[in-house]
């Protein structure tokens, strides 16, 4: 059975840092994309950052550039994300995605498995 378990959410203070973790398991994602896309109260799950199979090319949402790092280690069969100087606007449940697309990274659609989430929390 194949798995994407994410981990590293919690509560933190605007200007805070937080990493998350997304682990596969069952598989590997070693030849395609991955990203990680958010979902707050009351809106659609968005895009935030992705990056290719050979981690040489990364994507991000405008509203993340120069504070959030996306990264991967397919040795260990896992992607990160790196939130630095988080804002309020921040908090959602971020979920990972695997298998993704090329031209579909930034698109919900483009991706077959799914993480449960892991939910982040800002207080200004």
């Known amino acids: 059975q194949v798995q994407l378990v994410e981990s590293g959410g919690g509560l933190v203070q605007t200007g805070g840092s937080l990493r998350l973790s997304c682990t596969a398991y069952?598989?590997?994602?070693?030849?395609?994309?991955m990203g990680w896309f958010r979902q707050a109260p009351g809106k659609e799950r968005e895009f935030v950052a992705a990056i290719n199979w050979n981690a040489r090319s990364t994507v991000y949402v405008d509203t993340v550039k120069g504070r959030f790092t996306i990264s991967r280690d397919c040795a260990k069969k896992s992607l990160y994300l790196q939130m630095n100087n988080l804002k309020p606007e921040d908090t959602a449940v971020y979920y990972c995605?695997?298998?993704?697309?090329?031209?579909?990274?930034?698109?919900?659609?483009?991706?077959?498995?799914w993480g449960q989430g892991t939910q982040v929390t800002v207080s200004s």
């Open positions: 069952g598989r590997t994602f070693g030849n395609s994309a």
């Open positions: 995605a695997a298998e993704g697309r090329s031209s579909l990274v930034a698109a919900t659609t483009g991706y077959d498995y």
